[in-house]
Nanobody, 123 residues
Framework: VQLQAFGGGLVQAGGSLRLSCAAS????????MGWFRQAPGKEREFVAT????????YYAGSVKGRFTISRDNAKNTVYLQMNSLKPEDTAVYYC?????????????????WGQGTLVTVSS
């Protein structure tokens, strides 16, 4: 599986961005997908996960109510709609494939990662 994330950029606080992650390979609709982020000098942290069917989603407390994860299995793409952005959301955002039944918030449970896309929120 190869993943390519895009859609990052510079936005003012309070603004919105939509990230996309395109997957190649078979069986995209068979696995859960997640978004993580990593700010300079910090560890990679969980942002959101969506199950294979799209029927359930999970969010970090810091983004709940502002971010929405979704997927289009026909397009092999997962999205992250980010609204009401804050300067502390500044980070490189990564999409990843969740392996098996691992805990969704643990980055060690993800076995394929995209290259990341930079989101910068100015105050």
């Amino acid at each position: 599986v190869q993943l390519q994330a895009f859609g990052g950029g510079l936005v003012q606080a309070g603004g919105s961005l939509r990230l996309s992650c395109a997957a190649s390979g078979r069986s995209f609709s068979s696995y859960a997908m997640g978004w993580f982020r990593q700010a300079p000098g910090k560890e990679r942290e969980f942002v959101a996960t969506i199950v294979a069917s799209g029927g359930s989603t999970y969010y970090a407390g810091s983004v709940k109510g502002r971010f929405t994860i979704s997927r289009d299995n026909a397009k092999n793409t997962v999205y992250l709609q980010m609204n009401s952005l804050k300067p502390e959301d500044t980070a490189v955002y990564y999409c990843a494939v969740l392996s098996g039944s691992h805990y969704y918030a643990d980055p060690n449970g993800y076995n394929y990662w995209g290259q990341g896309t930079l989101v910068t929120v100015s105050s």
